[in-house]
């Protein structure tokens, strides 16, 4: 079992930068994969990007391809998402979540999550 928060959202101006943090507690974090996700009002919950248990491979969906970098230090239990040239569109609930599987990238294959953080972009 495994508990996750995640921080560092806000309100940011169109083209700026945001890095969110989660923190997870229980055993075994470096065993599992760790996504990103992001949902806004009235849209289904999106895939942002995944990383593998060692941080050795990473999965980002297209529309974020480029301008979001995901990473982990399993010495401190914290996977993170850096999010550049922020888009209005970019706005939504981010949440992260922890997985069995290998690079998952559905929401079906996450157990854990956490309860988001806001990201508004402004324009």
């Known amino acids: 079992q495994v508990q996750l928060v995640e921080s560092g959202g806000g309100l940011v101006q169109a083209g700026g930068s945001l890095r969110l943090s989660c923190a997870a507690s229980g055993r075994a974090f470096s065993s599992y994969a760790m996504g990103w996700f992001r949902q806004a009002p009235g849209k289904e919950r999106e895939f942002v990007a995944a990383i593998r248990w060692d941080g050795a491979g990473t999965y980002y969906a297209g529309s974020v391809k480029g301008r979001f970098i995901i990473s982990r230090d399993n010495t401190k239990n914290s996977v993170y998402l850096q999010i550049n040239s922020l888009k209005p569109e970019d706005t939504a609930v981010y949440l992260c979540?922890?997985?069995?599987?290998?690079?998952?990238?559905?929401?079906?294959?996450?157990?854990?999550w956490g309860p988001g953080t806001q990201v508004t972009v402004s324009s």
């Open positions: 979540a922890a997985s069995y599987g290998s690079l998952p990238r559905r929401s079906y294959e996450y157990t854990y």
